[in-house]
């Protein structure tokens, strides 16, 4: 009996479809050549939508979502014709919340043949971010406003269920690879909830004595990124510190065209959704030239959650083996290939 994977496609707005189409031919030929099928669904859940209809999704959207096993995503929001915060909390964070998926992950490794700002080549860095609290809880406010007498609190929320998970979830992610992680703080600086970060690492260390664990300032581990890469694997760190380094991961990878992520709850019966970092890319939509490679290693991490860690494996092989070639570049590379070019290259180099 052949394995069967319920996919959701949200293609979303400007080069998203472009890119998730690309994938596509990819997807189906890995799933043939390593023995499973991927029954896909196709949701045109966009601003275009929002703008024909008044809203991002439909009102059971969520509903429709959750018998899937995994949603793959382009990209969503168009500024110039929707505000930000309709397609945001039209969508992507309903997505996010209703899933539970607290854990964003995005792999930071320089492919073969792309071109970062940092000499040294040895760039491979797993980085996991918090998703779902910490410093972007919204819980604060604002007292009088306007007047010399202003003050605004922005209070950061951690919960010893939120930290205890991402820190679990980082743990079993340096199992399944070198076996290092990094927990990232300020506990120097901010003495509750990041002295309480550092406790509950060492609690949940206990449980993982095969993994071994540094701890690192933001600050420092910002400077280690660059300085000496090699020296990290798994890093964890909070909402807002995970988001400050996973851009600068994206720009030591080779930009926005090369940064693939995925958020994750590691309880199946909830869909996880896999999305290339990037946005919609207004100004370049519509040509056929955006980079697909984004895309295409989110689709291998998607492989790989859904068990399909063999065509997951090869998906990145023939990703790498096209970019280390260099022939097949498009314009955000300096080259001059179509997106379907570079994909159908990829697809060609499965096995
Ligand atoms: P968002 O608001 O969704 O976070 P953004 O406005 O920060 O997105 P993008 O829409 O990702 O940014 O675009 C930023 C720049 O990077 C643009 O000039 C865009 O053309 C370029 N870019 C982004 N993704 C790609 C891609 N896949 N291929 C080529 N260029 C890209
Ligand atoms: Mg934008």
Redesign the pocket.
């Known amino acids: 009996m052949t394995r069967r994977h319920a996919v959701a496609l949200i293609p979303g707005d ?2 998203g479809p472009e ?1 998730i189409d690309a994938s596509l031919e990819v997807l189906e030929k890995a799933a043939s050549l390593h023995g499973f099928a991927l029954d896909m669904t196709r949701f045109d859940w966009s601003c275009d939508r929002y703008l024909a209809t008044g809203r991002m999704m439909p009102e059971d959207g969520i509903d429709q979502l959750r018998p899937h096993a995994a949603i793959l995503l382009g ?3 168009w ?1 110039a014709r929707v505000p ?1 915060s309709v397609s945001l909390h039209g969508l992507l964070l309903p997505i996010r919340k209703s899933f539970d998926q607290f854990a964003n992950m995005r792999p930071h490794r320089l492919l073969p043949g792309a071109t970062g700002p940092l000499k040294s080549e040895a760039f491979d860095i797993l980085c996991i971010r918090e998703n779902t609290e910490g410093e972007y809880s919204g819980a604060g406010g604002r007292i009088h406003v306007g007047t010399p007498a202003e003050v605004a609190v922005e209070t950061s929320i951690f919960t010893r269920r939120g930290v205890e998970r991402i820190l679990r979830f980082g743990f079993e992610q340096a199992r399944r690879r070198s076996g290092r992680l990094a927990s990232v703080t300020k506990s120097n600086a901010q003495k509750y909830s990041m002295v309480f970060w550092d406790e509950v690492t060492e609690e949940v260390a206990a449980d993982y004595p095969d993994v071994t664990v540094s701890r690192y300032h933001i600050d420092a581990i910002a400077a280690r990124m660059v300085m000496a890469p090699e020296t990290l694997d798994v890093v964890v760190a909070s909402n807002l510190f995970g988001d400050i380094l996973t851009d600068l991961g994206a720009a030591i990878q080779g ?3 090369f940064a693939p992520s995925a958020n994750i709850n590691p309880d199946r019966s909830q869909p996880s959704m896999f999305e ?9 939509a519509g040509r056929g ?7 295409l290693w989110s689709a291998a991490l998607m492989l790989d959650h859904l068990g399909e860690e063999a065509a997951g494996r090869s998906l990145l092989a023939a990703l790498s083996a096209v970019t280390a070639e260099g022939r097949l570049r ?3 590379q300096g080259g001059q290939s179509r997106t379907t070019d570079v994909a159908r290259a990829v697809a060609d180099r499965l096995s």
């Not at 290339?276 to 370049?284: L, Q, R, Y």
């Not at 030239?289 to 895309?295: E, L």
């Open positions: 400007g080069i890119v990209a969503v929001g500024p930000d930009g926005l065209g290339p970092v990037h946005g919609s890319a207004p100004d370049i030239i955006a980079n697909p490679v984004a895309t498009t314009p955000d």
